[in-house]
């Protein structure tokens, strides 16, 4: 009896930080700003219900524009993510030698470690007017005077691809890992050319690390606030810098959150859509991963 | 033979270069934040006007070097507290929500799983916002119900510490986690059997496996609450951790030479902090391939 009580007491002991935890800092927290995108102020301290923060959203262009440029943006640096990085996921997994292989992964990981904003400050020294770039395009002879490279949006693609593509190459990798190059052999034995191995073999098998990278690199990307802007500069229009203003500069709170409910809304729905279309589920691919 | 790998030279040396190329542009940045801080010169850009260490030490006016910069040096201690504190936090909960999820069985078990990981999903800037949304309207409760001011819940250093916590004790669950599923549960029942207490087990035998876990987790936890940019900017007060100061003078000063430096200082120590991580986890070498 004694021993059960025991177990019992434990198990409330565990479950009391996890329910502190998200309930505290995810749920409550989430709740609170979905609760104040769903309030208007009528008159100083007087709030109702409305759901005027959301009409305001559709009636502004700048907004919905900004948002569904930032999707556009990060659907494309996905795209681009996993074309730079399955080539180098699979030289990791199938090509490389034992040793150079770990090598190569851990020099992968290597920029994962290092902050955003040193990576961002990085691409500045190269790219800026003043940059290494365009100093070397000088010497060079190929340019006549400073080229400015930042403050475009190949640049802000060109950033973003670097801050992500570890998180590309990482679940590949270990899906990869599993296969059997036997499989491969069959594949060109049953007279299959390179082109449809890699298309009806290797592709298929890698689905599952594709999709949880692609996940991440999306979600990351959409949340992304330093590489656009730093990168992008004051015309870079990413939604995470309009949340920014409208709580920070602007000081309406109201709106701000619209805004996040909003991005985690459409993000979360692409995520889903993302999920459908490969058949995927969640529980397979990111937590997994 | 290597069925998997390209079988024409041509190919295979095209495939060598792209790697190749590839790992530049890894590199590329960061080389170029570091190397100009060793530049003579009031500009982190070419002409290369010879080597100095005064963009570290230096202390007369256009040069002050970081480690004798004010606001800079602040904010590295800033940030090193902060680390500490979230790294210890989210360690001891990553290993109380390991056990839980590991050891234990109850109602809701998957959706509480699935509950943990997503805060990693979640964009840092909203789980700022929502942290501070919520803190506000706590503080501003009270205020209104009891009149006492409950300032720890206005942005500063204690949002800011919540706010990483959020997410970062996503990863030491899952790391400290992956460690216990592999614990052989038969050490502790030979332990119970031989007269140990369970607070002994615990101590002597399960710990100890977990430790190198718990390190590695609480070096990743502090790594990345160091780095955290998003959510912290949302919650900060008047004391600015070391990302902020920096991107301020980004912000308004274009750059000098100092943020070289401070580049520098960083690449060197995360790139330490991660190498320690990495060794730590890999007793055997069986276990290195995840």
Not at chain 2, 136 to 144: C, D, I, Q
Not at chain 2, 175 to 188: C, M, Q
Request: glycine share 8%; hydrophobic share 55%; net charge positive.
């Amino acid at each position: 009896m004694g021993n059960r009580d025991a177990a019992r007491l434990s198990l409330f002991l565990l479950l009391a930080p996890l329910v502190l935890w998200i309930g505290l800092l995810i749920i409550l927290p989430h709740l609170g700003i979905g609760y104040l995108s769903l309030r208007e102020k009528v008159a100083p301290r007087v709030y109702q219900f409305s759901f005027a923060n959301y009409v305001d959203f559709m009636r502004e262009p700048i907004y919905w524009n900004t948002l569904l440029r930032t999707a556009v943006m990060s659907v494309l640096v996905t795209v681009m993510t996993l074309v730079v990085g399955f080539p180098i996921a699979y030289y990791i997994a199938k090509v490389a030698g034992r040793r150079s292989r770990a090598a190569l992964f851990l020099l992968c990981l290597v920029p994962l470690w290092v902050s955003d904003l040193v990576r961002a400050f990085g691409w500045i020294v190269l790219l800026r007017e003043t940059g290494l770039i365009s100093g070397f395009l000088q010497w060079s002879g190929l340019a006549r005077g400073p080229v400015e490279l930042l403050y475009n949006d190949a640049t802000v693609v060109v950033g973003l691809v670097y801050t992500v593509v570890l998180f590309m190459i990482v679940p590949i990798v270990s899906t990869l890992d599993g296969m059997d190059n036997s499989l491969i052999e069959a594949g060109y034995n049953l007279g299959g050319s390179r082109w449809t191995v890699l298309r009806r073999i290797v592709i298929p098998y890698a689905m599952p690390g594709i999709v949880a990278g692609c996940i991440i690199v999306f979600m990351l990307t959409a949340g992304s606030y330093l590489t656009p802007i730093l990168l992008g500069g004051k015309n870079s229009m990413w939604f995470t810098e309009q949340i920014y203003e409208q709580f920070i500069t602007r000081y309406n709170w109201e709106s701000g959150s619209t805004f996040g409910i909003l991005l985690l809304a459409f993000t979360s729905f692409v995520v889903w859509a993302g999920l459908r279309l490969s058949g995927q589920s969640l529980a397979t691919t990111v937590a997994k991963g | 033979m290597n069925v998997a790998a390209p079988q024409t030279p041509l190919l295979k040396a095209t495939y060598r270069a792209y790697v190749a190329l590839f790992f530049l542009y890894l590199a590329a940045p960061l080389v170029a934040a570091c190397v100009f801080a060793f530049n003579d010169s009031t500009f982190a850009a070419l002409p290369w006007r010879g080597f100095t260490l005064d963009w570290f030490f230096g202390d007369t006016d256009p040069k002050i070097g970081l480690f004798n910069d004010r606001r800079m040096l602040a904010g590295l201690r800033v940030s090193a507290i902060v680390g500490l504190i979230v790294a210890l936090l989210s360690v001891a909960v990553g290993t109380t929500n390991a056990f839980l999820f590991e050891r234990h069985h109850f109602p809701f078990k998957r959706l509480l799983y699935i509950l943990s990981v997503i805060p990693l999903v979640i964009p840092g800037v909203i789980l700022g916002i929502s942290i501070l949304v919520f803190a506000s309207m706590l503080a501003n409760g009270a205020e209104a119900a009891f009149g006492t001011d409950l300032d720890f819940l206005r942005p500063g250093l204690f949002l800011v510490v919540l706010g990483q916590f959020s997410f970062l004790t996503t990863i030491t669950t899952l790391v400290i986690g992956a460690r216990l599923r592999k614990f052989d549960i038969a050490l502790e029942e030979a332990a119970l059997n031989l007269g140990a207490s369970r607070v002994r087990v615990l101590r002597t035998i399960t710990l100890p496996f977990l430790a190198p876990a718990m390190i590695a987790a609480g070096l990743v936890a502090f790594l990345v609450s160091f780095e955290n940019f998003n959510t912290t900017l949302m919650l900060i007060g008047s004391d600015a951790p070391l990302t902020i100061t920096m991107y301020d003078r980004i912000a308004k000063m274009g750059s000098t030479p100092v943020l070289n430096a401070v580049s520098f200082v960083l690449i060197l120590g995360s790139g330490t902090l991660a190498l320690i991580s990495i060794l730590i986890q890999r007793d055997k070498p069986a276990e290195s391939g995840r």
